[in-house]
């Protein structure tokens, strides 16, 4: 490991050890080495296809059924990226996540990925503030059902709850954000005094304002991500690697420390 490596993650061990209350924002770099592509930079889904429409929610608005229909299909979404979805397990990266939450250093995960990966690899504490692709989510009462008990008998199906429209639980381009997970995402904002920003972007609002909002309430900022971003210069370090490779090195750090 190079000696700047080294001093890096010492550094970054640091600020984790002193934070009271650590929280990370994670984007789809994370998930890249469980062969997810992301969305944006080299191999990029949006980089190849371009950003999709902002007005997707108000389509699925016009006409549910529509959606839905092209759900069942098969035809709604990238067909490789659904399939590198339905593929996608844990990667290093994410349990290491898993241990820095158990041994007590990482209060939250605010996740923008839907594919599952934190909860799957045991991280508890998961914000999914852009959905879980395994859920189904009401309109009305926004009650979340795992997606295979909701018969798709009817389309669009409704609540058994509340007899509402229900959608994916993941949040289409031009969705307002689900009111709760929201609020546990701005919760976890105003709690922290340091922030990790993992595999990250940060150009999709609201996950691109909590680093900023974080920033001016006086946390600390670490990113990790391959490349620089719009938020690396918020950030007090940034770390450039695969968080596969770079999280669980932080790790080892740390519990060389303790
Ligand atoms: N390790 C760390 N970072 C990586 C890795 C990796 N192995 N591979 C790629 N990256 C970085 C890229 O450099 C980029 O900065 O991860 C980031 C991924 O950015 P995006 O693809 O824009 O993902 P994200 O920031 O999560 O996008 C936010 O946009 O399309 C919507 O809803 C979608 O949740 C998504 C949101």
Redesign the pocket.
């Not at 993992?198 to 999709?204: A, D, K, M, P, R």
């Not at 990790?224 to 490349?227: A, G, S, V």
């Given at each position: 490991m190079s000696e700047l490596l080294q001093r890096d993650l010492s550094y970054v061990a640091d600020i984790m050890l002193r934070c009271r209350y650590l929280v990370a924002l994670v984007?789809?770099?994370?998930s890249?080495?469980s062969g997810v592509p992301?969305?944006?930079?080299p191999g990029?889904v949006?980089t190849r296809l371009g950003e999709p429409s902002m007005r997707a929610y108000d389509q699925f608005l016009a006409d549910p059924k529509a959606w839905w229909e092209r759900r069942v299909q098969g035809t709604d979404s990238v067909p490789e990226f659904r399939e590198a979805l339905e593929r996608a397990i844990p990667n290093p990266g994410h349990y290491a996540l898993v241990e820095l939450e158990e041994m007590g250093l990482l209060k939250y995960v605010i996740t923008?990925?839907i594919d599952n990966l934190h909860r799957a690899a045991g991280s508890k504490s998961v914000a999914e503030i852009?959905g879980n692709r395994f859920k189904l989510r009401c309109m009305e009462c926004s009650a979340r059902f795992p997606r295979e008990d909701i018969p798709i008998i009817t389309l669009p199906p409704f609540c058994p709850h509340c007899g509402g429209i229900v959608k994916g639980d993941g949040v289409m381009f031009g969705e307002p954000i689900p009111p709760d997970v929201l609020e546990t995402c701005q919760e976890q904002t105003y709690l922290c005094d340091g922030m990790l920003l993992?595999?990250?972007?940060?150009?999709?609002y609201p996950?691109a304002a909590l680093p900023r909002i974080a920033k001016e309430r006086g946390a600390i900022l670490a990113e990790?991500?391959?490349?620089d971003?719009a938020l690396t210069g918020l950030c007090d370090i940034s770390l450039r690697g695969?968080?596969?490779l770079l999280l669980p090195l932080l790790v080892q750090e740390i519990k060389s420390r303790i």
């Open positions: 984007g789809a770099g994370m890249v080495e992301p969305f944006r930079g990029g949006w923008q990925n852009h993992l595999g990250t972007s940060g150009v999709v996950a990790i991500n391959t490349d971003t695969a968080t596969g």
